[in-house]
Structures are given as structure tokens and as C-alpha cells.
Nanobody
Framework: EVQLVESGGGLVQAGGSLRLSCAAS????????IGWFRQAPGKGRERVSC????????HYADSVKGRFTVSSDNAKNTVYLQMNSLKLEDTAVYYC???????????WGQGTQVTVSS
């Protein structure tokens, strides 16, 4: 059974940091890219980052470039999203998903809430 489990969300003040984790199981980790997405209330889903487990190539949305860093620990089948200099507008439910950075994602986690306060 394919599973993606996010953790690490929470409440943080603006300017602070959080690190999200996405633990994957049930598929060959090296064959998939892992994307991080977010959805704020009343807004559409936005992909913030993606990392290829095979070659480590990364992608970032302009809104998070320079503040967020995605990394992968293939030995643990886990992808991390380090989020620094958090802004109020980063408040959202964050999801990880397995698939392809260009073609889309097939498997999704349940999400973790990130709330940035002033």
C-alpha cells in the first residue's frame, strides 16, 4: 500500500522556521519525484517545490525561492521541506505527493497544517 505521511506542521511566528517531513512507503522511492504542495483557505493548490529522488534535481515556486529548501534522504525514504523566513501568506495545508515534477503526481499524503502568525 502506497503511503505518504507528512509531519512537522504547526504554529509559528512570522520570520520563523519549520521543517516538514514526508515519509514514503509502498513504492520504489528512487523511481519517483516528491512534490510539496500547499492550499490555503479559499485558494487553489500551489506546488511550492519538487525533488527528483533519482538525481536530486529541485524545483521551487517563485513565491518560496530563497526561503524554502527541499531535500531527500533516500535511505529513509523521506523528503524534507525546510521553511525559513515564514510569512503570513505561507499559512496553508501542506501536502506531499509522489510522481513526476513535470508530468504530475499520483499519490498524495493527508496534509499537515502550517499557520504563520504575526
Amino acid at each position: 500500500e502506497v503511503q505518504l505521511v507528512e509531519s512537522g506542521g504547526g504554529l509559528v511566528q512570522a520570520g520563523g522556521s519549520l521543517r516538514l517531513s514526508c515519509a514514503a512507503s509502498g513504492f520504489t522511492f528512487d523511481d519517483y519525484a516528491i512534490g510539496w504542495f500547499r492550499q490555503a483557505p479559499g485558494k487553489g493548490r500551489e506546488r511550492v517545490s519538487c525533488i527528483s529522488s533519482a538525481d536530486g534535481s529541485t524545483h521551487y515556486a517563485d513565491s518560496v525561492k530563497g526561503r524554502f529548501t527541499v531535500s531527500s534522504d533516500n535511505a529513509k525514504n523521506t523528503v524534507y521541506l525546510q521553511m525559513n523566513s515564514l510569512k503570513l501568506e505561507d499559512t496553508a495545508v501542506y501536502y506531499c505527493a509522489a510522481g513526476n515534477c513535470e508530468m504530475g503526481h499520483d499519490y498524495w499524503g493527508q496534509g499537515t497544517q502550517v499557520t504563520v502568525s504575526s
